[in-house]
């Protein structure tokens, strides 16, 4: 079975541009969360969607948006590109929200964002 | 913001070796989670704990959900070369599921 696929894996922007990032969850999971790994450091919650509906959201600007599809599959956008921008872009999945053994998070290999 | 103190920071490991890493929560979580990260790639789940006090085993790892909910620790026991990389904890303490709090990183290498 495919894990959580990511594109593209590597890409690189000049500031103030705009990207998309997209995310294919697990085949059966609903839920896809959105984070952001920046070099040395944990990642960071940007976004929860869960049925298309916006279950969280981190402490990232207005500038940062998500959406999901009804095939669950998930895009983040990311509007007036700053240096700052470049990272490490995750998506994960689960099968659902509830706190549960069955609604463990997994990880995709993420896509890298370099901002110039 | 909710913060994890995760400790070390980095450590260097000798084949064979037992290794032992913690973290800490400034509140009570959910739920506490471990992953291993390899350069270039994206984080791996090793081992999730959903209750307090769960001591949980993944072949020579096994990881512990605190009693007080605010610390899980993760031991490797016999390091071989392919643990090298970077452990993250992660915990939920609330709100969407989704929302995990990453801890900074545990850094393994190879002792020289």
């Known amino acids: 079975d495919a894990g959580v696929t990511q594109s593209p894996t590597h890409l690189i922007k000049t500031r103030g541009q705009h990207v998309t990032l997209r995310c294919s969850p697990i085949?059966?999971?609903?839920?896809v969360s959105w984070y952001q790994q920046v070099l040395g450091q944990g990642p960071q919650f940007i976004f929860q969607?869960?049925?298309?509906?916006?279950?969280g959201r981190g402490n990232f600007p207005d500038r940062f948006s998500a959406r999901q599809f009804p095939n669950y599959s998930s895009e983040l956008n990311v509007n007036a590109l700053l240096l700052g921008d470049s990272a490490l872009y995750l998506c994960?999945?689960?099968?659902?929200?509830?706190?549960?053994?069955?609604?463990?998070?997994?990880f995709g290999e993420g896509s890298w964002l370099t901002v110039v | 913001g909710q913060q994890l103190n995760q400790s070390p920071q980095s450590m260097f490991i000798q084949e064979g070796e037992d290794v032992s890493m913690n973290c800490t929560s400034s509140?009570?979580?959910?739920?506490w989670l471990w992953y291993k990260q390899d350069p270039g790639e994206g984080p791996v789940l090793l081992i999730a704990?959903?209750?307090?006090?769960e001591l949980t085993s993944n072949g020579r790892l096994t990881a512990q959900f605190g009693i007080t909910r605010k610390d899980s620790f993760l031991n490797i026991s016999a390091s071989i070369p392919s643990d090298v990389g970077i452990y993250f904890c992660?915990?939920?303490?609330?709100?969407?599921?989704?929302?995990?709090?990453f801890g900074k990183g545990t850094k393994l290498s190879v002792k020289p």
């Open positions: 994960a999945s689960s099968p659902g929200v509830g706190r549960s053994s069955g609604n463990t998070i997994y």
């Open positions: 085949s059966g999971h609903k839920s």
């Open positions: 992660a915990g939920n303490y609330g709100g969407s599921q989704g929302n995990l709090i």
């Open positions: 969607y869960y049925e298309k509906e916006e279950r």
């Open positions: 509140s009570i979580f959910n739920t």
């Open positions: 704990l959903y209750k307090a006090g």
